[in-house]
């Protein structure tokens, strides 16, 4: 008797220790400075989160985080959960290493076809490789890639589409401009990633950045000092 509670002891500090674990994430993780002004037009993405019942104001909770490290278990699931966009049917979406010189490889995660429901689990396995298996939104199996050479200690993610192609590192768009936002989860989704993109440059783009909306789950930020301007020049010298 006395071993099983010290095993449903042990179990209940695991779990304890990775509740702190995401909760220092969440709360050490800087904000964006300065934020960036999203438009509250048509189908406006805080309308979306109240809806929601998600506490995040997303003109002042945009965090800082550009690129992305698994969780100890290798396995994200990544879900589309919303998309207001003229080329919501040809944007694809993935992901991509984040300390790559000039223009980075591209893993697919989501094709064009995807629609709001479809979600994927991706495994980031030993040595590079990734493993994406695509469900519809009736948990349909719709296929399944498999890639090497994903870094899963710090890869970004990208939309791409007939307006171009974006990533969640400002510096690799033009004129550094923000193509995807990051939330923390709150609520029923404490411990998960909002991520929303924009499908046009800046110019072109109505700044909304509801054109692509995913709930990530098991990924931690990465600090951004990690892939700043002194590190990117140093790659290529």
Known sequence: MASNRFHILRSLVAVALLATTVTSAQAAFPLRAPQIVVNPGDGALQGYFNGLGETITVATDQLDAQTWSTAISGNSTLTLMLEIAGYAGSNSMGVYNGNAVGAPTLY?????????????????????????????????????????????????????????????????????????????GTAINFGNWWQCFE???????DEDFNDMVLLVESIVPVNTNQTSWGRIKGLYR
């Open 108 to 184: 697919q995660v989501f094709p064009g076809a995807a629609t709001p429901g479809w979600h994927a689990v991706a495994h980031f396995g030993a040595g590079g490789s990734l493993v994406v298996t695509l469900f519809d939104d009736n948990a349909i199996i719709q296929g399944q890639n498999a890639y090497a050479g994903v870094d899963k200690t710090n890869f970004g993610f990208y939309l791409q589409g007939p307006g171009g192609t974006f990533y969640s590192q400002d510096y690799r768009n033009a004129t550094g401009a923000a193509r995807v936002l990051t939330f923390a």
């Open 199 to 205: 499908d046009l440059p800046v110019g072109a783009s």
